[in-house]
């Protein structure tokens, strides 16, 4: 009988193997808004579609707290990403003004859109489905054949993308990739690599960084950077995109969080005060925290100025940390971020009219109900990027504006946050790393969604795409990785019914069809903010 069992259960067990392999033309790692915008371009092509979200949830940060959009130039926004906007819009009844759509919105209306437009064009989603770890995929040659997820399912398909703020299957993958910072020599870049004093986000007032005890405040990192424009591996600050509340059923910061300290925030107490001297006034609650208002009495909260939600300096290890570690970070932001909150609800330390400002807000009762109303996914605004048949760079966003090969716009400032925060020479804390320079709209190349053709040829990455610390910057907007998403699913169809590799479809004819949905590749200033450019230019 034992030995008729042995074979019985094996086959069963290889049935269980078999059936937990699923093969489709297209395979999306990473549910963010890029990545659902990706699966339903690529299923509104007509292609068998899968989404594979490591959470329960999707949409990314723009369904975790970032409602109020990094738009730019809202004519640079076209295609899926205006279509997403749109139907924004129209959730909330902006046709009442006549208005087409709301760049603002609350985070579960976001994902309850995204979630309809997966539905409609026929995408399968597969959550709590993430990739092994450092043995999740596989490849025959330059083809990427299969990825396997901890839940031992396998996907197979033609073409993989990877819309992860991580780029896990793009690493996984062989994929030459970097992080930190170039040298301002390398692409010949003047904003690259380490940066030299800056005005924004910045200690604008003088404070010792040592205390009366001749020790480092806390939050002070002992590091000296290197001269302006060196290389380094240091990452700029995530944060979690708070959202918050003014209704009388909101969740104030009445209650310590776990492991807090009070001690942390003392150098962001010294910052009030030495404001409050300087000015002549205690400092509002909206010059310490960007406060983004939404629809329905709710805000997107944001960092804002020298010492505010960013958590300086407590990301750096996160593109190269595994599974655990990336756990233990995102964990202690939270922990970083609740405390700085509760703090300034309560501390006596801070005057009295700023800690009741902030007694106004808390968190939204009805967001985030499965988290303790905490978004569920902290701000990655930048970890591995890729080296791929084109590296984006400084010069694309403000001078070689053009491309052969375009499949959208890009309008928003340089933006980077600081890394750093530091003593300076004078032993005065200072923060360093922030980057804030306008661009002029540029148009954006589809090699940078494509590895070099020796490493993968049926992999597109329309997140952590190629481009430099500096271009990266900008492109890094929701919209635009909504817009790369869309040329992604359309590229892959092409690459697919071409037989080709994702390096060798016609560029010119995915720039015509990316056309025909409704993208933008010129940008045209509407004729209000022509005349009001005119207007500010008389003055």
């Known amino acids: 009988m034992r030995a008729f069992l042995i074979p019985v259960v094996t086959a069963l067990l290889s049935m269980n193997a078999m059936a937990a392999t699923q093969a489709f033309d297209v395979v999306v790692y990473g549910g963010t808004a890029g990545g659902v915008i990706a699966a339903v371009s690529a299923a509104r092509e007509g292609l068998n579609v899968a989404l594979v979200e490591p959470t329960n949830h999707v949409g990314g940060m723009v369904s975790s707290g970032l409602g109020y959009t990094d738009f730019g130039k809202k004519e640079a926004i076209g295609g899926y990403a205006y279509e997403f906007y749109y139907r924004v819009g129209r959730f909330y009844g902006m046709n009442r003004y006549s208005a087409e759509v709301s760049w603002y919105h609350e985070p579960h209306v976001a994902e309850q859109i995204f979630r309809e437009m997966m539905t409609t064009a026929g ?214 971020t609740l405390g700085f909150f509760y703090f300034l609800a309560n501390d006596p330390q801070l005057p009295e009219v700023l800690r009741n400002e902030m007694k106004l807000w808390g968190l939204c009762r009805n967001e985030f109900t499965d988290n303790d109303h905490f978004p569920r996914q902290i701000y990655v605004r930048e970890d591995r990027r890729m080296v791929g048949e084109y590296v984006m760079r400084q010069q694309d966003l403000q001078t070689d504006l053009t491309k052969p090969d375009v499949i959208g716009m890009g309008s928003y400032n340089s933006d980077s946050h600081n890394v750093q925060r530091i003593v300076g020479p004078d032993g005065m804390v200072r923060n360093e790393g922030d980057m804030q320079v306008a661009v002029t709209p540029y148009q954006i190349p589809y090699r940078i969604l494509t590895p070099k053709r020796a490493e993968a040829t049926n992999l597109l990455n329309p997140v952590t795409f190629s481009a430099t610390h500096v271009a990266y910057s900008s492109v890094r907007m929701e919209p635009q990785y909504m817009i790369l998403g869309q040329a992604a699913g359309v590229a892959a169809k092409m690459a697919i019914d071409g037989n080709l590799a994702v390096q060798a479809i016609d560029t010119k004819a995915l720039t015509a069809k990316l056309r025909s949905q409704g993208a933008v590749m010129e940008y045209v200033p509407s004729p209000q903010a022509t005349a009001l450019t005119k207007a500010r230019t008389a003055k």
């Open 123 to 336: 995408v399968k989603l597969f959550s709590r489905a993430r990739i092994k770890e450092k043995s999740g995929v596989k490849k025959e040659g330059t083809r990427v054949v299969s990825i396997d997820t901890e839940g031992d399912d396998t996907f197979t398909a033609k073409i993989f993308m990877d819309a992860s703020y991580e780029g896990d299957l793009m690493a996984q993958s062989g994929v030459t990739w970097v992080y930190g910072r170039e040298g301002s020599a390398e692409y010949g870049e003047s904003l690259a690599g380490v940066r030299d004093r800056t005005p924004l986000h910045q200690f604008l007032v003088d404070i010792p960084a040592k205390g009366a005890d001749g020790k480092l405040l806390p939050e002070i990192s002992t590091n000296q950077p290197a001269a302006p424009g060196s290389p380094d591996k240091a990452v700029q600050a995530y944060n979690y995109r708070m959202c918050f509340s003014e209704g009388p059923d909101r969740v104030q910061f009445t209650t310590k969080p776990a492991g807090y300290d009070p001690a942390r925030y003392t150098l962001f107490a010294k910052l009030v005060a030495a404001r409050t001297k300087a000015e002549g006034k205690v400092p509002t609650l909206a010059t310490v925290i960007s406060i983004g208002r939404l629809p329905n009495l709710t805000a997107d909260i944001n960092n804002n100025g020298a010492f505010s939600t960013d958590y300086i300096g407590a990301s750096w290890t996160y593109p190269n940390a595994g599974y655990a570690e990336r756990a233990r970070i995102e964990e202690d932001h939270k922990r970083y």
